[in-house]
């Protein structure tokens, strides 16, 4: 073969390992640390496929869990999502790098049920960088620990520092100790009391979520 197409084809193939490994590197954002009872994954393929212990998350991930179900999910930077059962939860974007912490990006959204959110090192580093959409609000992360529930309405419970409620009626924030409630997208979010939580809102799963620093590796 002339060296003129040896070297075209030596590019050729690593342009296509470099595009196969952006591509791993896309679908690879998180894993499985947690699961019990039914839990069920689909990425951007459309695939549903059960969810266990130590499996990847694809890229453009919705998990979801059925009755009597939880699942834990953790993330590159030591962030974990605890999701409740009966809810549906997708992962829309997840980028971070130790190295590059100003790349640092994540968009969440949470389509029905619950969650509780403890960050890791991207929170810490860039404030600016988490966010959980839901139907009603977006909720921008300035605090290291919350819950969100969404039932007819959105509910928030600030477990430690401070998130953001944004709608089309405005921005509202929450601090530590305090409940919130959005009744719909176009309602600005406003303080609750506790007998204003219907029953079973913020009632999640006995899990201790744990901090973790640096990357967190799928056992297998």
Do not use: C, W
Request: charged fraction near 15%; avoid cysteine.
């Amino acid at each position: 073969m002339p060296q003129v197409y040896r070297s075209l084809a030596l590019v050729v193939g690593l342009a296509a390992l470099a595009a196969s490994g952006s591509s791993f590197a896309q679908r690879a954002q998180g894993h499985v640390q947690e699961v019990t009872g039914n839990v069920t994954g689909q990425g951007s393929t459309g695939r549903l496929r059960g969810l266990g212990t130590g499996q990847a998350l694809p890229h453009n991930a919705t998990v979801t869990t059925g009755p009597q179900s939880h699942a834990v999910l953790r993330f590159d930077d030591g962030m974990a999502v605890l999701l409740k059962e009966n809810t549906s939860f997708q992962v829309q974007n997840y980028t971070y790098n130790p190295n590059a912490p100003e790349t640092a990006n994540a968009t969440f959204h949470l389509l029905r049920g619950g969650l509780r959110i403890l960050t890791g090192e991207m929170i810490s580093r860039n404030r600016d960088t988490l966010r959980v959409g839901t139907p009603l609000a977006t909720i921008g992360i300035r605090s290291t620990e919350f819950v969100a529930e969404l039932t007819n309405s959105l509910f928030v419970r600030v477990i430690r520092g401070v998130i953001t409620v944004t709608n089309s009626a405005g921005t509202v924030q929450f601090r530590v100790g305090e409940d919130g409630a959005v009744t719909s997208s176009s309602t600005l979010g406003r303080l609750i009391s506790m007998n204003q939580i219907p029953p079973g809102v913020f009632q999640m799963p006995n899990v201790s979520l744990t901090p973790v620093s640096g990357k967190i590796l799928p056992k297998h």
